[in-house]
């Protein structure tokens, strides 16, 4: 019974010690798995922090990506920071000063036909002047860019400006567009060529940098079409604004000092008579002058109006100053 009753007791002790042991396993699962939720808690709080942290830099990054995307837009793009100047985008695209500039630029376009009444004067003269009538083909040549027959050179001006806007080449050859072409510029030389024909009025940018730009399109298209018979003659009434326009259309076409001269590809002038006598010799040399106006002008000299190509940027109807156009 000794035996028996010393077995049982060490059974006794051994289940105790069993479930001390069993006590402690639990206790420690239990503070294990309170660590374990502690660290899951943290983990998680650390990952919220850190994707607050990321939201609020994709913010600032998309915020930057969009204030760049404004910048480039508006900005003279591709000439450097020291020159590169913020202008405002365009506002009142079409207001209702610029349509009645239109409609007063389509009824002054009627009146260029009536000068070939004043023609049979030199018919007086035929004997001594016989060849004189060696100008009529300048008037078959006359561009017609609104005109469905001139498909080909349509064509033409519609890859030139593709080309300017989706791949453009900064370092191309003279007279070749050496800027950065935003869709809003292309619209603009589009509508002059299409829908005006060549002839006829735009709203100023608010930025003579922006106006050389656009004219500077318009005088590489054109020198694709008539190469080196293309005459490009600037009217500005002051020599400050014809420096501007020496050194914008250099900087755009590639072309340097030695192009502009009174008889060389660019000609700058401060009156209208003398750049409408320039013009008109042009014109009896064979030549094609693209009379450009700067939207300083007050006044649009009505013997411009008788050439096959001009561009008068019109001012800001906005403006507080006082213009006759």
Not at 298 to 312: E, K, R, V
């Amino acid at each position: 019974m000794t035996s028996l009753e010393e077995r049982a007791q060490a059974l006794r002790q051994e289940i105790a010690q069993l479930e001390r042991v069993k006590q402690d396993m639990q206790e420690a699962q239990a503070e294990l798995q309170r660590d374990l939720g502690r660290l899951v808690q943290e983990g998680v709080s650390e990952l919220k922090k850190r994707k607050q942290a990321l939201t609020v830099d994709i913010e600032q990054l998309e915020r930057r990506q969009e204030r760049i995307r404004k910048e480039m837009q508006t900005s003279f793009a591709g000439v450097s920071q020291d020159i590169a100047v913020r202008v405002q985008g365009f506002k009142n695209y079409l207001v209702g000063s610029l349509q009645d500039l239109s409609v007063a630029a389509e009824q002054l376009q009627i009146e260029p036909p009536q000068a070939p009444a004043a023609a049979p004067v030199p018919v007086e003269e035929a004997p001594r002047r016989s060849r004189r009538p060696e100008r009529r083909p300048e008037a078959a040549t006359s561009p017609q860019f609104s005109e469905q027959g001139f498909q080909e050179q349509r064509r033409l001006i519609r890859r030139a400006l593709d080309q300017y806007r989706n791949n453009p080449d900064y370092y191309g050859p003279p007279w070749q567009l050496r800027r950065t072409f935003e869709p809003v510029h292309a619209e603009r030389v589009a509508n002059w060529f299409f829908t005006q024909g060549g002839r006829g009025a735009m709203k100023s940018t608010n930025s003579r940098l922006q106006n050389i730009l656009i004219a500077s399109a318009i005088a590489s298209v054109l020198h694709l079409m008539y190469k080196r018979r293309l005459r490009v003659l600037v009217l500005a009434n002051s020599p400050e604004r014809l420096g501007e326009w020496r050194r914008g259309l250099q900087d755009c076409l590639g072309i340097s000092r030695a192009d502009f001269g009174p008889d060389r590809g660019v000609a700058l002038f401060e009156a209208p008579e003398p750049l409408a006598q320039r013009a008109e010799r042009f014109i009896q040399a064979g030549l094609m002058p693209l009379i450009i106006v700067d939207e300083s002008e007050n006044q649009l000299s009505l013997g411009l109006l008788q050439f096959p190509l001009w561009l008068a940027f019109a001012p800001d109807p906005e403006s507080t100053v006082v213009r006759d156009w």
